[in-house]
Structures are given as structure tokens and as C-alpha cells.
Nanobody, 118 residues
Framework: LQLVESGGGLVQPGGSLRLSCAAS????????VGWIRQAPGKGREGVSC????????KYVDTVKGRFTISGDNAKNAVYLQMNSLKPEDTAVYYC????????????WGQGTQVTVSS
């Protein structure tokens, strides 16, 4: 499985971005997918994840009500819609996948930079 993120960029506080995670080599129907971010000088933080079926989604408290994760089986992709962005959301955002039955994010994309600044 290969993952490629896109959609990052520079946005003003209060703005929106939509990150995409495009998969190839296997179907995401067999994987849970998560978005993990790493801010400068900080460790990685799990932001959101979606189950392989798409029926279960989770969010870290700091993004609840602002971010929405979704999947598109036809496009074999997962998205993260980010609204009401704050400077503290600035980070490199990675998508990662865990095969059904595994609790480990075994597959990672290269990351996409999100910068929230005026």
C-alpha cells in the first residue's frame, strides 16, 4: 500500500483546507486510516481516524467540531476537511494506514505542510 497526501498550504486563521490521502497498491476497504500531525519541535499527535468500514470516526479533542474525516471507496482515498483553522494547527500532516486486525500504523505517506498564519 502506498499513500500520498496533498492539499496542504498556507492559510489565514479561520480559513479552511481539505487534505487528501490517495492510496494505491491495495484497497483502503481493508485498512483503518488516520491523520497524524507533527508541529515544529513537538512529537507526533493523532488528529483523526476512520475505520475500514467508514462507520467509526474519532477526533482528538482539540479539533472536534472543526475537522471532519471521510472516505471515498471509489477513489480509494481519505480526506480531512479542516475548518476554522488556528495557528496551533500548523504542522506536517501525515496519513497512515493499519491493516484490519493490526493496531500499528504500518503505512505512511510523505506528509503535507499546513501553515496557519496571518
Amino acid at each position: 500500500l502506498q499513500l500520498v497526501e496533498s492539499g496542504g498550504g498556507l492559510v489565514q486563521p479561520g480559513g479552511s483546507l481539505r487534505l487528501s490521502c490517495a492510496a494505491s497498491g491495495d484497497s483502503l476497504n481493508y485498512y483503518a486510516v488516520g491523520w497524524i500531525r507533527q508541529a515544529p519541535g513537538k512529537g507526533r499527535e493523532g488528529v483523526s481516524c476512520i475505520s475500514a468500514s467508514g462507520s467509526v470516526t474519532k477526533y482528538v479533542d482539540t479539533v472536534k467540531g472543526r475537522f471532519t474525516i471521510s472516505g471515498d471507496n471509489a477513489k480509494n482515498a481519505v480526506y480531512l476537511q479542516m475548518n476554522s483553522l488556528k495557528p496551533e494547527d500548523t504542522a506536517v500532516y501525515y496519513c497512515a494506514a493499519a491493516r484490519l486486525g493490526s493496531a500499528v500504523w504500518s503505512y505512511w505517506g510523505q506528509g503535507t505542510q499546513v501553515t496557519v498564519s496571518s
